[in-house]
């Protein structure tokens, strides 16, 4: 593995729990990051379909199966502001680009309902975006391991962030 498991996640004081990542690149490029396809496809899955329509499909990369999602685009600010409703649980998802062209932020946001569900989505987000960060610095992110590497060593740092 390249990267370690760290649990990057806090709660914000709107109640959602953040995931944050700094990445060296401008904001259009953090934006093409986690939009366009094909590099989308390297880190947490391919999707098809026409986002002006509201709603894609995206294949994820790394969940056993490779499951299909039904992707339901809410809202779109390019290059800064992306809101969408993930597969059949309906997550909500934020992803907010912040920064200048040298260094951005991609924060990913999420209400998230109870400790429990927190200690597998939480470390399950911060998988995905240790998998973004591999892969925009040209190495393999393929070589991350979700279980055991990430849930064992994060889980209880976001149940515990939602017991407060």
Do not use: K
Not at 52 to 75: I, N, Q, W
């Amino acid at each position: 593995m390249t990267a370690t498991p760290r649990a990057s996640g806090y709660l914000a004081p709107s109640g959602a729990v953040v995931f944050p990542r700094r990445l060296p690149m401008s904001r259009d490029q953090a934006w093409a990051a986690v939009t366009d396809p094909a590099r989308t496809a390297r880190w947490i899955g391919s999707w098809s379909g026409d986002p002006a329509s509201g709603t894609v499909e995206m294949t994820m990369c790394a969940e056993e199966g490779s499951p299909a999602e039904t992707v339901e685009v809410l809202r779109c600010e390019a290059p800064n502001l992306v809101v969408v409703r993930i597969g059949p649980d309906g997550w909500v998802v934020t992803v907010r680009i912040e920064g200048d062209d040298d260094e951005v932020t991609i924060s990913l946001e999420q209400d998230i309902a109870d400790a429990e569900s927190a200690s597998d989505i939480g470390p399950g987000w911060d998988f995905y975006l240790d998998r973004l960060v591999e892969a925009e610095a040209g190495r393999d992110p393929e070589a991350l391991r979700f279980s055991p590497d990430y849930h064992l060593a994060l889980a209880d740092h976001y149940r515990a962030l939602l017991r407060g």
